[in-house]
C-alpha cells in the first residue's frame, strides 16, 4: 500500500513558479508510473501530467511548456516545476500512482495578484 505526501503549495502571483513534491512511501517506487492531478473549486479532478518507470513523460495541453515532472527514485520523490503559473491553475494538486492508490491530503496552489 502506498502512503503519499504532497507539499510545496503556495500563493504566486501571476507569472510566477512553485515546486511541488510529494513523498512516496510504503511501495517499490521506482516500478510506478506516477501522475499528477488538480482540482480546482467547484470542478473535477483533472490530470496534468504522468511519467513512467522509464522516465518518458506526458502532460496536458495546457500546461505543455510551463510545467515539469521528474522523478528521484534514489528517494521516493515526484516533482512538478511550475513556470509562468496563470490564474487558471490555480487548484489542489495530488500525486498519485497508476493504478490509482489512496489520495494524499494534496497541496494548495493559488495564483492571484
Known amino acids: 500500500q502506498v502512503q503519499l505526501v504532497e507539499s510545496g503549495g503556495g500563493l504566486v502571483q501571476p507569472g510566477g513558479s512553485l515546486r511541488l513534491s510529494c513523498a512516496a512511501s510504503?511501495?517499490?517506487?521506482?516500478?510506478?508510473?506516477m501522475v499528477w492531478y488538480r482540482q480546482a473549486p467547484e470542478k473535477g479532478r483533472e490530470w496534468v501530467a504522468t511519467?513512467?518507470?522509464?522516465?518518458?513523460?506526458n502532460y496536458r495541453d495546457s500546461v505543455k511548456g510551463r510545467f515539469t515532472i521528474s522523478r528521484d527514485n534514489a528517494k521516493n520523490m515526484l516533482h512538478l516545476q511550475m513556470n509562468s503559473l496563470r490564474p487558471e491553475d490555480t487548484a489542489v494538486y495530488y500525486c498519485n500512482t497508476v493504478p490509482n492508490a489512496s489520495w494524499g491530503q494534496g497541496t494548495q496552489v493559488s495564483v492571484s495578484s
Open positions: 511519467i513512467t518507470s522509464l522516465g518518458s513523460v
Open positions: 510504503g511501495s517499490i517506487f521506482s516500478d510506478k508510473t
